[in-house]
Nanobody
Framework: QVQLVESGGGLVQPGGSLRLSCAAS????????MGWFRQAPGKEREFVAD????????NYADSVKGRFTISRDNAKITVDLQMNNVKPEDTAVYFC????????????????WGQGTRVTVSS
């Protein structure tokens, strides 16, 4: 059974940085597209970023482009999200997700999910 475990959430001031990490349970990871999604209170879960199996292909939501960077380490079976210049609107629970090569930015195409880690941006 595939398990994804996020870490690194917390409280950060506007303009600050935070790094989220997701550890996978097995080596399906190396052939999968991994993504980060977020869900703010009262809102639907939304796509943040994803990264292809080799790490060469990345995609970002317009709201985080230029501020967030997704990366992966297939040897360590981890995928990270570096969040820079965070804004109050980045406050949400962040979820790590995984899928096969076929899919899209839609959360429904990702069968594997972590439990989430909370990020709060506030002064």
């Amino acid at each position: 059974q595939v398990q994804l475990v996020e870490s690194g959430g917390g409280l950060v001031q506007p303009g600050g940085s935070l790094r989220l990490s997701c550890a996978a349970s097995e080596r399906f990871f190396s052939s999968s597209t991994m993504g980060w999604f977020r869900q703010a209170p009262g809102k639907e879960r939304e796509f943040v970023a994803d990264i292809g199996p080799t790490g060469a292909e990345t995609n970002y939501a317009d709201s985080v482009k230029g501020r967030f960077t997704i990366s992966r380490d297939n040897a360590k079976i981890t995928v990270d999200l570096q969040m820079n210049n965070v804004k109050p609107e980045d406050t949400a629970v962040y979820f790590c997700a995984g899928r096969g090569l076929l899919g899209s930015r839609s959360a429904g195409t990702f069968p594997y999910w972590g439990q989430g880690t909370r990020v709060t941006v506030s002064s």
